[in-house]
C-alpha cells in the first residue's frame, strides 16, 4: 500500500445564496460538497466520477486549495492544510498542481506558451539547470510539442496542443500530485485517447500521483487504478477498478454502469437502468440517503439515516459503500424503467 499522500476528511463546502431587494442576506445554501472522505496514496491514480454538479471540480478544488472548505479536514503528508495561509501553503504550492477542464480559457491569450508554462518557475523562484527557457522546451518536448514553438500563442494551437500546454505548466514544479479536472472532456475524441495516453506515460515515468475527475466511465476506467462516485455532494462508492465495474454495490454506480456502451456489439446486451425524476436540487437535498428520491431499494429506513460509507462483507479490501440495502436486487422496482431496446 502506498504511502498516503492527500487526504480528505467529513469535507464540506457550501456557498451562500442571497436574496432580498435591498439588503441581500444570505437564505440558503449550495451544498456543492457534503462530507466527503477520500485517499490519494503516492504514484497512485484515483477517478472520481459522477454527474454534472454532483461535486467533483469543487472536490478537486478543494484539495488543491484554490477554495477554502466550509468545514472538515484537508491533509497533505500528514499535514493540515485545511485553513492554512498563503505563506504556509507556499511550501507545498508547488507539490500540487492542476489540469483545466477548458484549454481556451485556462490560457491567457496574452502570454506566449514559454511565459505560460515560465510563469510557476518564476512566481516560485525556481531556476533549474541550464536556464528557465531550456527548461520550457524540455517540458513542451515531453507533452509531445515541438520545443522550437515556446514564443508561439495559444490560438496558434488546436485544443489538443493547448490541453498539452496545460500539463506542460502543470509539470513545471515537479509536483508530487496533480488534480486534473475533466481535462479531456472538452476535446474531440479523436484526441482524447492521446492525451490519456500522455498522462499515463507521465504518471509511469515520473510517478505522479493523480486524482482524475470525469464523467466519462471508460476513460475512468483506462487511467485509474481506483475509483470514488460522487452523488450530489457525497461519496457513495469508493473501490479498486476491477471491483467498482465488475462488482458494484451501490444503485447509482449500478445505473451510471448501465448507460456505459457496450464495445462489443456481438455479446448479450445488458439491462439499461434509466432512473426515474431528475437530481434534486443541492440547495434542498433529501434527508437520510441522497439517492433515495430515484431508488428502487429505498425503504422508510433511506429516508431517516445517511448511510455510512463502509465495507461490507463479501467486499475487496478498501471497496466501501454508502447503502442500507447494497444486497437488494439491482433492477426491479417501480422506480426503474428498462430501456426495451437495450434490456
Known amino acids: 500500500m502506498n504511502e498516503t ?12 445564496v442571497r436574496g432580498g431587494a435591498l439588503i441581500k ?7 456543492a460538497v457534503d462530507g466527503i472522505d477520500l485517499t490519494v496514496g503516492e504514484g497512485e491514480t484515483v477517478g472520481l466520477v459522477g ?7 469543487t472536490s478537486g478544488r478543494l484539495a488543491a486549495r484554490l477554495l477554502e472548505p466550509t468545514s472538515g479536514k484537508i491533509l497533505y503528508r500528514g499535514q493540515e492544510i485545511s485553513h492554512s495561509s498563503r505563506r504556509q501553503l507556499k511550501p507545498i504550492r508547488s507539490e500540487i498542481q492542476m489540469i483545466f477542464q477548458d484549454p481556451y480559457s485556462s490560457l491567457n491569450p496574452r502570454h506566449t506558451v514559454g511565459t505560460i508554462i515560465r510563469g510557476p518557475m518564476e512566481v516560485n523562484d525556481i531556476n533549474p539547470p541550464g536556464g528557465r527557457k531550456k527548461r520550457v522546451q524540455e517540458l513542451l518536448e515531453i507533452v509531445g510539442l515541438n520545443p522550437e514553438h515556446f514564443n508561439r500563442f495559444p490560438h496558434e494551437f488546436s485544443g489538443g496542443q493547448r490541453q498539452r500546454i496545460g500539463i506542460a ?7 508530487k500530485l496533480i488534480i486534473a479536472d475533466e481535462p479531456v472532456s472538452a476535446l474531440d475524441v479523436s484526441i482524447q485517447a492521446q492525451v490519456v495516453n500522455l498522462l499515463q506515460e507521465l504518471q509511469r515515468d515520473l510517478g505522479i ?3 482524475f475527475i470525469a464523467h466519462d466511465l471508460a476513460i475512468v476506467r483506462h487511467f485509474s487504478q481506483r475509483v470514488a462516485v460522487m452523488y450530489l455532494g457525497k461519496i457513495v462508492e469508493v473501490g479498486d477498478r476491477q471491483s467498482i465495474y465488475e462488482r458494484p454495490r451501490h444503485p447509482y454506480t449500478h445505473a451510471l454502469l448501465s448507460a456505459v ?4 456489439v456481438s455479446s448479450e446486451p445488458r439491462e439499461r437502468i434509466r432512473l426515474a425524476g431528475d437530481v434534486p436540487s443541492p440547495i434542498n437535498p433529501p434527508s437520510g440517503c441522497r439517492f433515495r428520491t ?3 431499494k429505498a425503504q422508510d429506513k433511506c429516508a431517516t439515516e445517511v448511510p455510512p460509507l463502509v465495507r461490507l462483507s463479501g467486499n475487496r479490501e478498501g471497496h466501501l459503500t454508502a447503502c442500507h440495502f447494497p444486497d437488494a436486487p ?3 422496482g417501480e422506480d426503474v424503467v428498462l430501456d426495451p431496446a437495450l434490456a
Open 5 to 16: 499522500l492527500l487526504e480528505l476528511k467529513d469535507l464540506v463546502k457550501h456557498f451562500p
Open 25 to 31: 442576506r444570505q437564505v440558503g445554501a449550495v451544498h
Open 51 to 57: 454527474e454534472s454538479g454532483c461535486g467533483k471540480s
Open 169 to 175: 505548466r502543470a509539470l513545471a514544479l515537479d509536483p
Open 209 to 211: 500521483a493523480f486524482l
Open 261 to 264: 456502451p457496450e464495445p462489443d
Open 294 to 296: 430515484r431508488c428502487w
Open 330 to 332: 439491482t433492477t426491479q
